[in-house]
């Protein structure tokens, strides 16, 4: 009861002291309930997405969600419209007060306005109650995509108390006034803008709208003055048009930013009922399918990223310092350019990047799969009018997106008949053409784009040839083999479309932080060959002055659950860790990108070396944007090296022990501590460490928990420790190794997902004592079998298909017998098991096949 009292002598003293605008956040204790949450206080911005999406085994909710609130409507009121303002709600809204709805909102991404005021009770207490659905629907853009579909209201909410005569709030901008600038030099501009003015009062209102404009620095430039008069319940347009003379441009590296204030008032002008100011920019630019991109007549290459909008523990219901902090990480990391992907984001975003400069590819969500429906074309179509007209006074925004790897599901699934496939690609071009026209009347000056995917079928269709800039999302190296195909696909590509303006939408691989090795190769998740893969994109990119520029995929790790990779649940293509934390790609980036002096040694993940030999040579990467780099070691050996595409490898030789190294170029330096072990000594240091390994792989593992490595494997020799005999388990011929499958029953998952097959046996040559082995495994394959492998009433042998089943030996003796891991553990799961091993010399575990192939995932030997 406090509150209400509280929000009453707020709005009383608000209602006796000025007449204009009154704008608050409706944020804070709501009463949230869903079919599967009982009712419990909140916060808004909210998801009740933010734990479900990543829990192994279940499907996170997609249903209805309800918010409650009571709001107390001062008697003051009574000649006023009241609105609730939403940021983003996802995906379908619907208002009650008092129980009758009060309006509703179609679409997740983009912000709406709904007017309560006829629902309210004057002087007594309302019941706001707001249902979200992020259910499933066909007809309702996205309908399939990479990333998840958090339900809730995610975004700010606003409570608006306005006059009856007011700028129009309730439309497809928000209340956003827009703001056009038409034609731009360095010598002149022409500004114009078009306010709506609408009298929702019962008797004619006269009104006064004036205008001002003001430079970079707050000094006015323009006063303009309109009058009108409005009949009950009318709207009227008022357009204003003049000029600025040597205007200051914005740009990435200067992105200077007007304003304009726009008032309303009825009587004395000096008495405003209603009010809206805004920023803008003058810049002029161009997709040239020849020589890139320009702004404001000189080139520049766009050099970014793609971004979601979620956080690990948050979802997707972030805080804006969140929003204008990973802007600003982007922004360090020396970029010019990022991409909304795959949908509007906060307002908050857009004002950051025009602030920091950073130019904006913004996109709606039609992505992967379009319904041959009316009210899902219609969606689409409102989502983007949304957009534009939103967002529309941004100058970082240089694209309008609106179509992403469209023909992706089609391409892919192999149920579809070849009629199906004709209408899809009938009903999905047409939309194009609907989005396009629609993009070009609301926005003529800006640049139309659409990302594809690596299909032909985007050319054969047409429907590449609709936008003005086609966008390539583009995995050589990843999904598809070979590095060096990117650039060939790009000149193939230009070749045949010489007037199609290209820019690289998307392109990374995966990268786990817990995942090392100087041995870099697809599909292995190692930060090293995450840098091999951008370093040679970014080589491909700045040598064809054709291509518009790039955007990395993606900015950090997101939320998307059907995913199975390192970390599953998690997309992990990013240049940061869901949490932000930095890998070293991004740092790598600053290294090419950015123009003041920067130096770093890459490896932060990486301090623990296990040379193979003593002629081993431990490869040392520095980034720097330097031309050469110096390396000091331990204070005291210095050498030097050439820098080449912003990094310098130095291959060390190092004794057993821990190294201070330290970077340094000019006045700058950076320094990191390693510790070198070499693999020939870990045996006779049982005594104080366990030995752990990453059996099938290359790669070292570091488990996040007990901080324990597990190295990366290597075949026996006399003297030392090893696998005898088999091969590196693959699941696809078109990946490099290993099961992307979330393992069950640890979040150890990569440790499991590599392996090797039909292995024969693992030797120590430790010397006397007594030990403890343990053998980590996961059944592969979702159809192995849980038969057993004799049939018990007869003497005949059968080894039914799909069977995995061999012996574990220790020193000669069997200490598990038919081990069939889908039957005894089940499928994809982890499993350990320990063995207590007393030797005089030696120890070999052997594995002997009974069906199928054996395999061991990881092993673990303890001195006891």
Known sequence: MKIFTYLFCFFTFLGTAIAQRQVQSLNSAWRFSSEVQPEKNVNIPHTWNAEDAFKDGKEYFRGKGTYKKTLFAPQKWQNKQVFLKFEGSNQVTEVFVNGTSAGKHIGGYTGFVIDISEELKLASENELKIVVDNSHNTNIPPLDADFNFYGGIYRDLELIIIDKLHFELENAAAGNILVRTPQVSEEKALVQVEARVVNDGEAFRNATVALEILDPN???????????????????????????????????????????????ASGNPSEKLDEFSSKFGFRWFEADPEKGFYLNGKPIKLIGANRHQDLQGLGNALPNTIHKSDYRLIKEMGANFVRTAHYPQDPEVYRTCD?????????????????????????????????????????????????????????????????????????????????????????????????????????????????????????????????????????????????????????????????????????????????????????????????????????????????????PYINQKG?????????????????????????????????????????????????????????????????????????????????????????????????????????????????????TINVGTHVNYKDPVTKEIWMSDQQYEPGGFGYVGGEVYQKSAAKFQGTASDIQGT?????????????????????????????????????????????????????????????????????SEDLNLARDYGRIRAVEISYTVKTEKGIAIEFSENAGKSLLSGIKLEKL
């Open 575 to 691: 240049l940061l860790n869901f949490d932000r934390s930095k890998k070293d790609i991004y740092y790598y980036y600053q290294a090419r990108l950015v123009d003041e002096s920067m130096i770093y040694i890459a490896g932060e993940n990486y301090e623990q070396k296990f040379p193979k030999s003593e002629n081993h040579k431990i490869s040392i990467p520095v980034f720097s944007n330097a031309e050469k780099v110096n390396l000091s070691i331990n204070d005291s050996l210095k050498i030097s090296s050439e820098v080449t595409d912003g990094i310098s490898f130095f291959d060390l030789k190092l004794p057993e022990g821990t190294h201070r190294l330290t970077a340094t170029t000019g006045d700058i330096s950076h320094s990191r501590t390693i510790h070198v072990l070499p693999r020939k000594n870990l045996l006779k240091k049982l005594e104080t460490q366990d030995l």
């Open 355 to 567: 602030e920091l400069g950073l130019i904006v590819w913004s996109e709606v969500p039609v992505i992967n799969d379009v319904t041959a429906t009316d009210e899902y074309h219609n969606v689409a179509l409102q989502m983007q009018k949304e957009q534009i007209q939103q967002f529309f006074n941004h100058p970082s925004v240089i694209f309008w997106g609106y179509m992403n790897e469209i023909f992706i599901r089609l391409v892919f699934n192999n149920e579809m008949t070849e009629s199906e496939k004709e209408d899809k690609i009938e009903t999905s071009v047409a939309l194009a053409k609907k989005l396009e026209k629609l993009t070009k009347e609301l926005d003529p000056h800006r640049l139309s784009v659409m990302a594809l995917h690596e299909n032909e079928l985007y050319n054969t269709s047409g429907i590449a040839d609709i936008p003005d800039v086609i966008g390539w999302n583009l995995y050589f190296g990843w999904y598809s083999p070979g590095l060096e195909n990117f650039g060939k696909f790009l000149d193939e590509q230009h070749e045949r479309y010489p007037n199609r303006p290209l820019i690289i939408s998307e392109y990374g691989p995966g990268a786990d932080v817990r995942i090392q090795t100087e041995d870099p190769k697809p599909w292995d998740y190692s930060e090293a060959y995450q840098l091999k893969l951008h370093r040679s994109y970014i080589n491909q990119v700045l040598a064809r002055d054709y291509v518009v520029g790039m955007a990395a995929w993606n900015f950090a790790d997101f939320g998307s659950s059907f995913r199975q990779d390192a970390i």
């Open 747 to 815: 979040g150890n998952d990569p440790l499991f997902q590599t392996m090797r097959e039909s292995i024969e046996a693992y030797k120590f040559d430790v010397e006397a004592g007594t030990y403890r082995v343990t053998l980590l495994f996961a059944e592969p394959e979702f159809n192995a079998s849980e038969e057993n492998i004799y049939n018990l009433n007869t003497s005949e042998e059968k080894k039914p298909e799909g069977v995995r089943s061999f012996d574990v030996k220790v020193n000669g003796k069997i200490v």
């Open 218 to 264: 707050a000094k006015k430039l323009k006063t303009l003055t309109k009058k009108i008069r409005l009949k009950a319940k009318e709207s009227k347009n008022v357009i204003f048009e003049t000029s600025v003379k040597n205007p200051a441009l914005w740009s990435p590296q200067d992105p200077q930013l007007y304003s304009f204030e726009i008032s309303l």
